[in-house]
């Protein structure tokens, strides 16, 4: 196979990985928090997963940590692990996954505009602008239907979405580049090790660490977790930071279009979640942002094409 064709299927395979594995994440976080807490659950699942891809490492070389950047290792695996996911898996404990997906399907929106005002400072289009419009029209009406059913209770656990949305987007953006591609299973590895210590603290912190009985902990909430740690942070991950060296951000980010409808379908079959009118409409209108900002320049180019056929 000539060497583009295979560098376009592993691309292909990488970005099927993201789509398909973190759009199943959902609901597998969702069976964790049955019996475990939600920062120790997600510190466990990083810890599991740093553990596991340092001793795949330790076989290709003595020292597979040397040389990193300690400082955005560290600093990157806070985002995205620790703020990023961690606040994602606490505020499901009252936002179904589905939402949850959906909210977090606004990172493409926030990393274009973090982006435009901290990093290449490159301004928006104006189809971007709609996007963004539309895309937190979308999620002003999820949040008013929270607000309606949950409470002030139901807005808390919005804020931390959207705490988790910015971090992930910031460490998103703050890692990108940080190392050459023969050294990105070492960052993940790092980056699962940093935020698992990081999420041990908040959980010593909240007091869950109190009371824990692992033995009450159902087989299926083991068999998710180790889902999570395997296929949702050290297979998935790795394709996402990988993806990021190939792609810009603004594309890698796509699968944020498709996992809300994956983790949305799993949570109505599987959770009984509830699907009314007002989250239909307000998913059509953060996916219809997203595409948006995510496809401009497909849509410039062909408003262009259409208007010199003209």
Do not use: H
């Amino acid at each position: 196979m000539p060497e583009s064709a295979a560098l376009r299927l592993r691309i292909a395979l990488a970005f099927l990985c993201i789509l398909v594995v973190w759009g199943t994440t959902y609901l597998a976080i969702a069976i964790v928090l049955r019996d475990l807490p939600p920062f120790l659950s997600a510190a466990m699942r990083f810890l599991l997963a740093a553990a596991l891809l340092y001793g795949l490492l330790r076989l290709q070389g003595p020292r597979p940590m040397a040389g990193l950047p300690t400082r955005t290792v560290i600093v990157s695996g806070i985002l995205l692990c620790g703020l990023g996911n961690g606040f994602t898996v606490f505020a499901m404990q009252g936002v179904p996954s589905g939402i949850a997906a959906l909210l977090n399907s606004t990172i493409p929106i926030c990393v274009t505009l973090l982006d435009w005002g901290f990093f290449s400072r490159r301004r928006p289009s104006p189809w971007t602008g709609i996007g963004l419009v539309v895309g937190v029209g979308g999620v002003g009406l999820i949040v008013s239907q929270t607000a309606s059913t949950a409470g002030l209770r139901g807005l808390g656990y919005m804020l931390s979405l959207a705490v988790a949305v910015t971090a992930w987007s910031i460490g998103t953006l703050v890692q990108r580049g940080a190392v050459p591609r023969q050294r990105l299973l070492a960052l993940g590895c790092g980056q699962f090790a940093s935020g698992g210590a990081f999420l041990c603290l908040v959980a010593l912190w909240r007091g869950e660490f109190a009371g824990l009985d692992l033995g009450a902990v159902a087989p299926a909430g083991w068999l998710a977790l180790a889902f999570l740690a395997v296929f949702g942070s050290i297979l998935a991950q790795s394709s996402y930071l990988w993806l990021l060296t190939r792609w810009p951000a603004e594309k890698v980010t796509t699968y944020a279009v498709v996992n809300p409808v994956i983790a949305l379908v799993l949570g109505s079959l599987v959770l009984d979640e509830p699907v009314t009118w007002s989250s239909t409409a307000g998913a059509a209108l953060v996916l219809g942002g997203v595409a948006l900002v995510l496809f401009e320049q497909q849509i410039t180019a062909a408003l262009r094409r259409r208007s010199s056929q003209g």
